[in-house]
C-alpha cells in the first residue's frame, strides 16, 4: 500500500469525495480526515492498476483498435447491403425453376454477352435455335453446326448493361437432394444498379420471358419425372404441321380446339368448370398419334409431360403427387393408356392379374387414374392427350367428355393421304438433307467417300440403292452397304410430273390397308429416286399383304389392320372435330372442306361434375 501513496488526489476529486459525503450521510464519515484518507486509498488503487507496464498498455491499445477494425468488417458490409438494397435489385434464379430457363434464353440471345463475354463456361446443344455468328452477323448454314451457349463460370463476376443500368451476374453450383439423387444444382444471381424501383425488375422479367417464349417457337421442351418432381431433360425442334399428312381438316380443327381452350380462361371460370381439357387420340400403330402431339405441343408452345402410368414405381399416390406439380399451360401426355393397366382398363373388370403390379409392387389403378385427371388442384390450363390402339377396351369413364373431350380417331392411310404423303417427300424443298452425302462431289465425310468408291466402279446410284432395297440381290451380288444408300441428290421434278407420279404411287396403295408409318419407311428406302418409288410399290404392297396372310394364318396377325382398331367403347360414340358427326364415319371426316365449327361446349362435353368417380 506504500506506493499508492505516491499519487496526489487530483482537484476533482477532492470536490467530488465532498460532494459524496454531503449526499451520504450513512457512510458516517467525516471529511476531511477519515474520508480524505479512504478516498486517497480508492483512488491510488485505481490509478496504480490502470498504469500497467508501457508494453501492456500498448497491447490493450492493439486490441482495442483490432476489435473496432473486426466490427468494422460486420457492420460496413451491413451498411454497404443497406445502401445496395436501396439501389440495386438482387434477383436469383435457381436451375430447375422456369425462370432460370428464361434467363438463360435471355443470355443466349443476348448480343453484347454472346460478343463480350469472358470467363464463361461452354454448352454445346444442337437444338438451340442457331445465332448470328457475332463476327459475321450470319446465321451458319453448315447444318452439322452446333450453336455454343455460354454462362458465367461458376463464382466469377460478369458484368452487363440493362437499359443503362450496370449489372453483374454470377452463378453458383450446389449440391441437391433430390428423391434420394444428387443433383448439382446451379443458381445465378443478378444485381442491377441504379435501380431505384422494382420496375426495372419486371421489365427485365418480362423482357427475359419474351426470350424464352421466342426460342420455344423453335423448339418444344420434354419434362421427365425425377422421383415426384419434373425436370426438363430434352427439347426437340418443333414439326412442321404440314409434314403431318392426317385427314384434310382434322388437324387445323384440333388446333383450333386447343388454342380456344387456351384463350377461354373466363369462360371456364365464370361457370365454375375445371379449367382443363383433354383430348383421346386413338388408331392403330403408326398412324400418326405421337406425331399429332409432338406437332400441337409446338403449334401451341407448350412443354410436354409424358406420364408413364406402367413405369416402374408409379403408383396411384405418386400419380397424383405428379398431376398435381404439372404447370399451368402444359401438355399432359400419357401415350398408350390402354397398356398401364395390364388387365383390361374396366371397372367391371376386378380381376387381379399378379403380372399386373411392378417388381415393387406399386401399380396405378383406374381409379386412382381418375383421381389424378380430376383432382382437387386447380388444373390451370392443362391438356391431358391419352393415345390408345385399343379404344374398345377403355373404360367410358376414362374417356366421358370432362375427362377426354374430344376423340380424335386416326387410320391407316387413305389413297389421298398416300399421294400427299409421296408430294410431301419428293417436293424440292425436303432436298436439303439430300446434299449432305452427295456422292458426286466426293468430298466430305467417309461416307460420301465410300459412295463415291461406289460410283468409281460403275454401279450407278440408281442401281445400287434398288438392288439394295428390292431384294433383288442374287448369290454372286454381295452388297457392301444394306438398307437405304443415300447416293445422289434426286432427280428434279417439276410439280406436273411430281403430281403425275404421285397418284401412280397412290393407285397401288390399297385404301385404309398400311399405317403411314409404314408407307413413311417405304419411301425412305427411295428416299432420292422417286420413279423407283412408283416402280416398287406393288411389288412391295404384295409382299407386305402376302407377309399378313402367311402371319395371319399361323395366327399372329388379323388378315385386315383395320381389325386392329379398336371399335368403340360400350356407350361412347366419338365426336367428329370438325362437324359433331360421328368420328366413325371417316367419309364424314375426309370431306375435303370440312365446316369449322367452333370447338365443342356443348354440355356433353364439359364436365359431368355431379358423377362419381371411379364407381
Ligand atoms: N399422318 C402422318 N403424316 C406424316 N407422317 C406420319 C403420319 N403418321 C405417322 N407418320 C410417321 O410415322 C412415324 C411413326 O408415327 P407415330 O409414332 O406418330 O405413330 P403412332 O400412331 O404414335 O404409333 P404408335 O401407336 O406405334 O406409338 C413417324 O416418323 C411419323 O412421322
Known amino acids: 500500500m506504500g506506493a499508492l501513496s505516491q499519487h496526489p488526489i487530483p482537484e476533482h476529486m477532492d470536490s467530488f469525495a465532498r460532494y459524496l459525503l454531503s449526499s451520504t450521510p450513512s457512510l458516517g464519515l467525516s471529511y476531511p480526515a477519515a474520508a480524505t484518507d479512504y478516498l486517497k486509498q480508492?483512488?491510488?488503487?485505481?490509478?496504480?492498476?490502470m498504469t500497467p507496464h508501457p508494453g501492456v498498455a500498448e497491447g490493450i491499445k492493439l486490441f482495442f483498435f483490432g476489435t473496432w477494425l473486426a466490427s468494422c468488417g460486420l457492420w460496413i458490409p451491413a451498411l454497404l447491403e443497406v445502401f445496395l438494397d436501396?439501389?440495386?435489385?438482387?434477383?436469383?434464379?435457381t436451375e430447375g425453376n422456369h425462370s432460370y430457363l428464361w434467363l438463360k434464353a435471355w443470355l443466349d440471345s443476348n448480343q453484347t454477352w454472346n460478343a463480350t463475354a469472358r470467363n464463361v463456361q461452354v454448352f454445346c446443344d444442337s437444338l438451340v435455335p442457331l445465332?448470328?455468328?457475332?463476327?459475321?452477323?450470319?446465321?451458319?448454314?453448315?447444318?452439322?453446326w452446333m450453336q455454343a451457349t455460354y454462362l458465367p463460370s461458376v463464382s466469377s463476376y460478369v458484368r452487363l448493361w440493362y437499359k443503362w443500368h450496370p449489372m453483374t451476374l454470377s452463378r453458383r453450383e450446389q449440391n441437391h437432394s433430390m428423391a434420394g439423387h444428387q443433383i448439382l444444382q446451379s443458381t445465378i444471381t443478378i444485381r442491377i444498379y441504379g435501380a431505384w424501383?422494382?420496375?426495372?425488375?419486371?421489365?427485365f422479367l418480362s423482357e427475359i420471358q419474351k426470350a424464352y417464349l421466342d426460342d420455344q417457337k423453335q423448339t418444344v421442351s420434354i419434362y421427365h419425372r425425377e422421383g415426384n418432381f419434373w425436370v426438363s431433360t430434352q427439347s426437340y425442334s418443333r414439326r412442321d404441321p404440314t409434314s403431318l399428312v392426317l385427314v384434310p381438316g382434322q388437324w387445323e380443327a384440333l388446333r383450333a380446339d386447343a388454342l380456344d381452350f387456351l384463350s377461354s380462361r373466363e369462360w371456364y371460370y365464370e361457370r365454375g368448370i375445371q379449367y382443363r381439357r383433354g383430348y383421346l387420340l386413338h388408331g392403330p400403330p403408326g398412324s400418326g398419334k405421337t406425331s399429332l402431339i409432338r406437332t400441337l405441343a409446338g403449334a401451341l408452345g407448350l412443354s410436354v409431360y409424358p406420364l408413364i402410368?406402367?413405369?416402374?414405381?408409379?403408383?396411384?399416390?405418386?400419380?397424383?403427387?405428379?398431376?398435381?406439380?404439372?404447370?399451368?399451360?402444359?401438355?399432359?401426355?400419357?401415350?398408350?393408356?390402354?397398356?398401364?393397366?395390364?388387365?383390361?382398363?374396366?371397372?367391371?373388370d376386378k380381376s387381379s392379374n399378379p403380372n399386373s403390379s411392378d417388381a415393387t409392387g406399386k401399380r396405378v389403378t383406374l381409379s386412382g387414374l381418375l383421381n389424378a385427371l380430376d383432382g382437387l388442384s386447380s388444373h390451370e390450363g392443362r391438356i391431358f392427350i391419352a393415345t390408345t390402339n385399343k379404344y374398345g377396351t377403355l373404360d367410358p369413364a376414362l374417356?366421358?367428355?370432362?375427362?377426354?373431350?374430344?376423340?380424335?380417331?386416326?387410320?391407316?392411310?387413305?389413297?389421298?393421304?398416300?399421294?400427299?404423303?409421296?408430294v410431301k417427300?419428293?417436293?424440292?424443298?425436303?432436298?436439303i438433307a439430300l446434299n449432305i452425302l452427295d456422292a458426286s462431289s466426293g468430298s466430305g465425310d467417309s461416307g460420301s467417300q465410300a459412295l463415291s468408291q461406289l460410283l468409281s466402279d460403275g454401279i450407278p446410284a440408281a442401281t445400287v440403292s434398288s438392288r439394295v432395297v428390292s431384294g433383288q440381290d442374287n448369290a454372286s451380288y454381295n452388297p457392301m452397304l444394306v438398307g437405304m444408300v443415300h447416293m445422289a441428290k434426286g432427280r428434279k421434278l417439276d410439280q406436273s410430273q411430281l403430281d403425275r407420279l404421285a397418284i401412280q404411287f397412290s393407285e397401288a396403295i390399297p385404301e385404309g390397308e398400311f399405317s403411314m408409318s409404314s408407307i413413311q419407311g417405304f419411301l425412305l428406302q427411295h428416299k432420292v429416286d422417286p420413279d423407283m418409288a412408283v416402280m416398287d410399290i406393288t411389288r412391295w404392297v404384295q409382299k407386305e399383304l402376302d407377309?399378313?396372310?402367311?402371319?395371319?394364318?399361323?395366327?399372329?396377325?388379323?388378315?385386315?389392320?383395320?381389325?386392329?382398331?379398336?371399335?368403340?367403347?360400350?356407350?361412347?360414340?366419338?365426336?367428329?372435330?370438325?362437324?359433331?358427326?360421328?368420328?366413325?364415319?371417316?367419309?364424314?371426316?375426309?370431306?375435303?372442306?370440312?365446316?369449322?365449327?367452333?370447338?365443342?361446349?356443348?354440355?356433353?362435353?364439359?364436365?359431368?361434375?355431379?358423377?362419381?368417380?371411379?364407381?
Open 309 to 348: 402410368l406402367s413405369q416402374e414405381g408409379m403408383d396411384d399416390s405418386r400419380l397424383t403427387t405428379l398431376v398435381n406439380a404439372l404447370p399451368k399451360y402444359c401438355i399432359a401426355v400419357m401415350e398408350d393408356i390402354d397398356a398401364a393397366f395390364t388387365y383390361s382398363v374396366n371397372r367391371e
Open 131 to 144: 445465332r448470328p455468328d457475332p463476327r459475321t452477323n450470319a446465321i451458319p448454314t453448315d447444318i452439322n
Open 86 to 93: 436501396k439501389v440495386c435489385v438482387t434477383a436469383t434464379f
Open 425 to 431: 417427300m419428293y417436293s424440292q424443298t425436303s432436298n
Open 547 to 615: 407377309a399378313r396372310k402367311t402371319a395371319s394364318n399361323v395366327g399372329m396377325l388379323p388378315t385386315s389392320s383395320s381389325a386392329s382398331t379398336s371399335g368403340t367403347p360400350p356407350g361412347h360414340q366419338d365426336v367428329d372435330i370438325q362437324s359433331g358427326a360421328k368420328f366413325n364415319d371417316s367419309k364424314a371426316v375426309a370431306s375435303p372442306t370440312p365446316p369449322l365449327t367452333p370447338p365443342d361446349r356443348t354440355p356433353a362435353a364439359l364436365p359431368q361434375n355431379s358423377e362419381s368417380k371411379g364407381e
Open 42 to 49: 480508492l483512488f491510488n488503487l485505481q490509478t496504480a492498476w
Open 197 to 203: 424501383s422494382n420496375l426495372v425488375l419486371t421489365d
Open 399 to 422: 374417356i366421358r367428355p370432362g375427362r377426354m373431350d374430344l376423340h380424335v380417331k386416326l387410320e391407316n392411310a387413305s389413297k389421298d393421304q398416300a399421294r400427299r404423303l409421296f
